[in-house]
């Protein structure tokens, strides 16, 4: 249960950053876009470390991530337990260890649900235009390569649930930090992201 509540807990998360000021620090956001990598298949590993008010140890997860840019993306948790969760525009489909589907939510019924799966790609591959709706923007280039975006939610009703969203990269993004306005906050570490052209094969039977 926990596992899923932090899964996705991320997912709300990349919910949330879909919306970024378009007209803010345009210069910025060229800036940091023309540094990212643009592949059709982005994949690495992660840890993520989700921090709860009132409780001491954070709840810690790891394994590895997948995004293809036609596809969606799939978090494969290794740490603490099994598990894996596809998320596209039109689907959220979470499996347990076993590969059987625990849960499973579609766009039709729920249109939110697009926007989580396009949200969550575009934070993945840094797509700062898809990213550039109701977010106050400032941020950072660090070295020839480097980059750091504070994103602040810009209605009163996102800020109800979050304070600001970090992002930091250099070709891909490498660390996003969530910090929720109840005092919440989630880091996902992305490790080693590396480009390729297309899916390997052992890596397409996951977005079935």
Same mark, same amino acid.
Do not use: Y
């Given at each position: 249960?926990? +596992?899923?509540? /932090?899964? @996705? =807990?991320?997912?709300?998360?990349?919910?949330? %950053? !879909? #919306?970024?000021?378009? *007209?803010?620090?345009?210069?910025?956001?060229?800036?940091?876009?023309?540094?990212?990598?643009?592949?059709?298949?982005?994949?690495?590993?992660?840890?993520?470390?989700?921090?709860?008010?009132?409780?001491?140890?954070?709840?810690?997860? +790891?394994?590895? /991530?997948? @995004? =293809?840019?036609?596809?969606?993306?799939?978090? %494969? !948790? #290794?740490?603490?337990? *099994?598990?894996?969760?596809?998320?596209?525009?039109?689907?959220?489909?979470?499996?347990?260890?076993?590969?059987?589907?625990?849960?499973?939510?579609?766009?039709?019924?729920?249109?939110?649900?697009?926007?989580?799966?396009?949200?969550?790609?575009?934070?993945?591959?840094?797509?700062?235009?898809?990213?550039?709706?109701?977010?106050?923007?400032?941020?950072?280039?660090?070295?020839?390569?480097?980059?750091?975006?504070?994103?602040?939610?810009?209605?009163?009703?996102?800020?109800?649930?979050?304070?600001?969203?970090?992002?930091?990269?250099?070709?891909?993004?490498?660390?996003?930090?969530?910090?929720?306005?109840?005092?919440?906050?989630?880091?996902?570490?992305?490790?080693?992201?590396?480009?390729?052209?297309?899916?390997?094969?052992?890596?397409?039977?996951?977005?079935?």
């Amino acid at each position: 249960m926990k +596992r899923r509540a /932090f899964l @996705l =807990a991320l997912c709300g998360a990349m919910l949330a %950053s !879909t #919306r970024l000021a378009g *007209a803010a620090a345009p210069d910025l956001l060229a800036a940091v876009a023309a540094r990212l990598s643009d592949a059709p298949v982005i994949h690495g590993r992660f840890e993520q470390t989700r921090r709860l008010s009132g409780f001491a140890n954070p709840l810690v997860s +790891r394994g590895d /991530f997948v @995004l =293809a840019r036609e596809r969606g993306v799939v978090w %494969s !948790t #290794r740490e603490p337990f *099994a598990s894996s969760l596809l998320v596209t525009p039109e689907r959220l489909v979470m499996r347990g260890a076993d590969g059987r589907v625990q849960q499973q939510m579609q766009a039709d019924a729920q249109p939110a649900m697009r926007v989580v799966g396009e949200s969550v790609i575009a934070v993945l591959r840094g797509d700062l235009q898809t990213l550039s709706a109701r977010f106050e923007v400032a941020g950072k280039l660090a070295g020839k390569n480097g980059w750091s975006l504070t994103l602040t939610p810009r209605d009163a009703a996102m800020r109800r649930v979050f304070a600001r969203i970090e992002l930091a990269g250099d070709r891909f993004v490498r660390d996003v930090r969530l910090e929720e306005a109840g005092g919440d906050s989630t880091h996902v570490k992305l490790i080693d992201p590396s480009a390729a052209t297309r899916l390997a094969a052992d890596e397409e039977p996951r977005f079935e």
